[in-house]
């Protein structure tokens, strides 16, 4: 079935320090994005990226969509990075137009 | 991006109870949809909430214990009906930005649920 999967389920980390989290997707998507979810259960969208790369600030994101996977990349981490990352796709095809099928997470923690 | 609202933020009741959430949106929106996260947990779809048609369940989700409404563009209730211990979750609502032409979504707040 349709499946997302996130690595590594955790990560622990100095102030400072660069991390990648991974994605990977059974296949084809509309809609692949990002988000960070906040100790108060927020999720907060970081990038909507079905395919190519984009950046905003010390975060950017990759997706090869023919590969089947998106890379996050948190340069120079903050402890206010710390937190649950979810990838998320809407897989293209079908009747699933807008369904979002969400990823485990993995869960950051950042030690000042 | 859209803006959305969640009502009540958290609630705690008691079994056996109803609990309604409301999830408002700043701007005309075609589809909404409610998800379920339990403690620890990812987020799960539990429907998609039409305007002007039945919402459509995900498997594993009822009409009977999650009855859903779509008044208007802009507007849906999420019911958690006949609350158990297990209900406890964060239930939150998305939508897509009607504005933009992408597939992007955008979630509220979510309501915090604790069935005692």
């Known amino acids: 079935g349709i499946q997302v999967e996130q690595s590594p389920p955790d990560l622990i980390l100095q102030e400072g320090a660069n991390s990648t989290l991974r994605c990977n997707f059974s296949d084809s998507v509309n809609n692949l994005q990002w988000f960070h979810q906040n100790p108060w259960g927020q999720l907060i969208n970081l990038f909507y990226i079905p395919s190519g790369t984009k950046q905003n600030g010390r975060l950017s994101a990759t997706t090869v969509a023919t590969e089947r996977y998106s890379l996050l990349y948190i340069s120079s981490s903050q402890t206010t990075d710390s937190g649950v990352y979810f990838c998320a796709a809407d897989f293209a095809g079908g009747t699933s137009y807008g369904k979002l099928t969400f990823g485990q997470g993995t869960i950051l923690t950042v030690h000042p | 991006s859209a803006v959305i609202s969640q009502k009540p933020s958290r609630d705690i009741c008691q079994r056996g109870t109803s609990l309604t959430i409301q999830c408002q949106v700043d701007s005309q929106v075609t589809m909404m949809f409610w998800y379920r996260q339990q403690p620890g947990q990812s987020l799960t779809l539990i429907a998609t909430?039409?305007?002007?048609?039945?919402?459509?369940?995900e498997s594993g989700f009822v009409i009977d214990k999650f009855p859903i409404s779509r008044p208007n563009l802009t507007f849906s209730t999420l019911t958690v009906s006949n609350m158990s211990p297990e209900d406890s979750s964060i239930y939150l609502c998305?939508?897509?930005?009607?504005?933009?032409?992408?597939?992007?979504?955008?979630f509220g707040p979510g309501t915090r649920l604790t069935v005692t």
């Open positions: 998305s939508v897509e930005d009607a504005q933009a032409s992408t597939y992007e979504q955008y």
């Open positions: 909430a039409n305007q002007g048609s039945e919402a459509t369940y």
